[in-house]
């Protein structure tokens, strides 16, 4: 991973003058890398609109700008057995068809990402991911 990362992630957060600290943001995605097995495969793109962790094109977590995809997005293996304030869980469409299909958990509201940060089950999900 890029040594500038955090300091990066910090600065995309501070310019977009979210209500949540840019402290945060940065602890969503580095909860997201900790919590994936080949952190070496993976790569960060940060653009004006979003930020996104991804593996050989799928995306791991991101937070996105645009109206249509707006909030945060985070990749599980399994609904949470509990719900979670803000966040809604929606069957990611190209794994419908398999066995073991794959969940996004979203919520358009980038400030409640408290609501995941320290959640255990949900990044030993995201791991299994």
């Known amino acids: 991973m890029d040594i500038h990362l955090e ?20 602890a969503f995605f580095q909860s997201s890398i900790e919590n994936i097995l080949v952190q ?15 593996i050989g094109g799928i995306y791991l977590s991101a937070i ?13 293996d399994e609904l949470p057995k509990e719900n979670i304030d803000a966040f809604e ?5 190209s794994t419908k068809y398999f066995d073991q299909m ?15 940060i320290h959640n255990i089950y949900i990044w030993r999900s995201h791991s299994a991911a």
């Open 102 to 116: 794959l969940i996004w958990a979203h919520s358009e509201k980038i400030e409640k990402v408290g609501n995941i």
């Open 40 to 54: 070496e495969k993976t790569w960060f793109k940060i653009g004006k609109d979003y930020i996104s962790l991804v």
């Open 64 to 76: 996105r700008l645009y109206q249509s995809d707006k909030g945060i997005w985070l990749l599980l």
């Open 7 to 26: 300091e990066n992630i910090k600065d995309w957060a501070r310019k977009k003058g979210f209500s949540i600290s840019a402290q945060d943001i940065w």
């Open 89 to 93: 869980f929606k069957i990611v469409k």
